[in-house]
């Protein structure tokens, strides 16, 4: 009786436990089911949600930015060559010898000179004086190569330019006997309403072919320079240069570039035939009636996303697989520990849910803080307008360390000149942010107060009002900050510089370098005195010198093979070999030279480099 109820019970326990591992593989074949779709649901949203991302990116974003930085590109060229040809039309000594029937020897060497210059030094293709008075056409070669006339059909652009009464005109040609697409830029000699003639200079465009190549997305896309007759002027495929736009593209594109000419950027979502999406942006030039076209084959801006599917499906199959294996092994091994291990994960993702909650809630205050702490710093900069208005040709390097920081630029006009500096305050982030909009109301304040100081005077100036109101004489009390500063004043021809840690870099018309030093204290330290003088240097304005500050941000980056500090002396050794390009290239320029010498290294502090040439006030 005894062995069959031990039996009974043994076959009950047994029935138990088999009945429990029934149980366990229904809620493991119920939860993978779950699983299994949850993850190919949250995947495919995934994969939609990015597809749509990306082609809402390439269509408000992408497309935009190619076209405009092609097409600042161009325009920043044309724009100088316009300048340029405005410059040689309104020389008065052109203008005496154009006025004389060029017959004065000196104005003609003079005239030549210039003429060679252009072309040999500026790298124009051509450069032309064409006189209304005496019909001769003057070209870089130094000598007459031809006389035009009314009655021949190749001078007809020469009256047309007369006629017009634009100061300065452009034209944009293929010419496919050379394969060259180029611009000609001609200016009016003398008085728009009765010209004595027509000046210019010419310059090849196909190097932009090359550089058009490096905005294509792949080989499906292409970037088209067009005119109102639908003539492509340059494309990333020289053989396409000088063909017609039907001839490369749909009836329907062409239709509508056509109709969009003179006006705003349009974008246009275009199916071809075989059903393939093609998204395209006409974008107009700022210079020229022309136009350019960025096309870009949709399958190409999305291929990568294949990837993603493929790694996608992947990820689930492993994931799936490891998820059934573990229920498997905790249901059927592990079912009471894991069941209370559960628990107490429950309880503590719970907690770490909460505090997570919080934490997030703070750090998301304090980045809108900080965001804001940007914007307002950023309004206290000079803006691009102003310091165009003050200088004749600038850029800024401003690159905080962290989101706001403690470098800072200041332009204003003062008296009959300006004054631009460039300031490092102690520290970065926040606490360099907060000296940075202290400095600047300083600076404004004394300015707006006095009317005609030198900057080693506004330098003085400053240190006693920093001084003051850090409380650094008073013993025990205040911080021992301050801030390095350069300072130019721009008068009458002459800059007048004043330095307090911060120097002045000078590019003269030869390719030297001068740095100008500063006083080695600070502004508003505890070890500059009171009432320390600050010494002020003065340089003539030439044409063609440029200035330089920059902020230890630049001087004491590590980098290179070495890990050695960037320096001053690279830095006066950089601007020798590069210092020569217009300023607006050498922005992209140094970043490239700073970036590449820096390497994997962090940055060390908040970078700003200032270069600018002056107006002759």
Known sequence: MKQLLSKKTEDSGKAVLYGYDR????????????????????????????????????????????????????????????????????????????????????????????????????????????????????????SVIDKVSSQDPDDAWFYHTLGSNMKVAVNIDYNSVRKDTSAFINALVGDRERPLGVAGVGMSLKELSAEFQTYKYGKGSHVWLVNAEGKVLLSDVLEHNGMLLKDLASDYVFQRVQAGFGGNAEIMEITGEDGELTDLISYPLRSTDHRLLVLIQRQETVSFLGTIKNNTIIALFISIISIVFMFYVVSSRLANPYKRALQLNQELETVVTDRTRELALRNE????????????????????????????????IWQPKDVVGGDFYWARPYGQGCLIALGDCTGHGV????????????????????????????????NRMLKTTLRQEERGMGTDDGLALGLCRISEGKLQFAGAACPLFVRQTDGSVVIVEPDRRGIGYRRTAYEHPFAGHELELTDGVTFYMGTDGLFDQNGGPKALTYGKSRFADWLKTRGGQPLSEQEGLFLQEIAAYQGGLPRRDDLTVMGFRCKQI
């Open 431 to 462: 606490p360099g942010a907060i000296m940075t909009m202290l400095s600047v109301a300083m600076l404004d304040r004394i300015v707006d107060k006095n009317g005609d100081l030198l900057p080693g005077e506004i330098l003085m100036e400053l």
């Open 365 to 396: 205050e304090i980045m809108d803080s900080i965001g804001y702490a940007k914007r307002i710093q950023e309004n206290v900069l000079p803006s691009e307008e102003k310091l165009e208005d003050l200088l004749q040709e600038h850029f800024v």
């Open 23 to 142: 149980s366990v593989y229904k809620v493991i074949g119920l939860a993978s089911v779950l699983i299994v779709f949850s993850m190919l649901l949250t995947g495919t949203l995934g994969y939609v949600f990015t597809k749509n991302g990306v082609v809402s990116k390439l269509k408000n974003q992408d497309l935009g930015t190619i076209a405009k930085s092609i097409g600042e590109q161009l325009d920043g060229r044309i724009e100088r060559a316009k300048e340029t040809a405005i410059t040689l039309a309104d020389d008065p000594l052109i203008l005496r010898w154009v006025t004389g029937g060029e017959q004065d020897g000196e104005l003609t060497e003079y005239a030549m000179q210039k003429l060679g210059y252009l072309h040999e030094s500026r790298a124009y293709n051509s450069s032309f004086v064409v006189s209304a008075v005496s019909s001769q056409y003057w070209s870089e070669s130094g």
